[in-house]
């Protein structure tokens, strides 16, 4: 597992973010980011229902991210369509780190995706 400093770029939808990644040294890179094991609805389905739910669930997830975020990621760990898999955390006042994509499957905006580590 690796974790990394970002900064958000912006919110795809419920499941996906862009974020701009600190590599160190002053190196960033600009990634697409799957949140793993969250399955969002699609905010630009055909269906009228998951529309509207794929909307507020990108709207929250846009509420709940600062800009400054942690990632942590697999190495080489990539989804079907090639975008990194990770983990997104924000760091609150008190210094602790809450998992976001565990937040926004709690609060209901998204399911869990089974993963390998479901198995």
Same mark, same amino acid.
Request: without cysteine; hydrophobic residues 35%; aromatic residues 6%.
């Given at each position: 597992?690796?974790?990394?400093?970002?900064?958000?770029?912006?919110?795809?939808?419920?499941?996906?973010?862009?974020?701009?990644?600190?590599?160190?040294?002053?190196?960033?890179?600009?990634?697409?980011?799957?949140?793993?094991?969250?399955?969002?609805?699609?905010?630009?389905?055909?269906?009228?229902? !998951?529309?509207?739910?794929? *909307?507020?669930?990108? &709207?929250? /997830?846009?509420?709940?991210?600062?800009?400054?975020?942690?990632?942590? %990621?697999?190495?080489?760990?990539?989804?079907?369509?090639?975008?990194?898999?990770?983990?997104?955390?924000?760091? !609150?006042?008190?210094?602790? *780190?809450?998992?976001? &994509?565990? /937040?926004?499957?709690?609060?209901?905006?998204?399911?869990?995706?089974? %993963?390998?580590?479901?198995?």
């Amino acid at each position: 597992m690796y974790e990394y400093k970002a900064r958000l770029v912006r919110v795809i939808d419920g499941g996906t973010i862009d974020a701009d990644i600190d590599m160190g040294f002053q190196v960033h890179i600009g990634q697409r980011i799957k949140l793993f094991g969250v399955n969002a609805p699609d905010p630009k389905s055909h269906d009228s229902v !998951e529309r509207e739910k794929g *909307l507020a669930s990108k &709207n929250r /997830l846009m509420e709940i991210l600062p800009k400054e975020i942690v990632v942590q %990621t697999m190495l080489n760990k990539r989804g079907k369509v090639g975008r990194i898999l990770g983990t997104v955390l924000v760091r !609150e006042e008190h210094g602790e *780190l809450t998992n976001i &994509n565990d /937040l926004i499957i709690k609060e209901g905006f998204a399911t869990r995706y089974p %993963t390998n580590e479901d198995k």
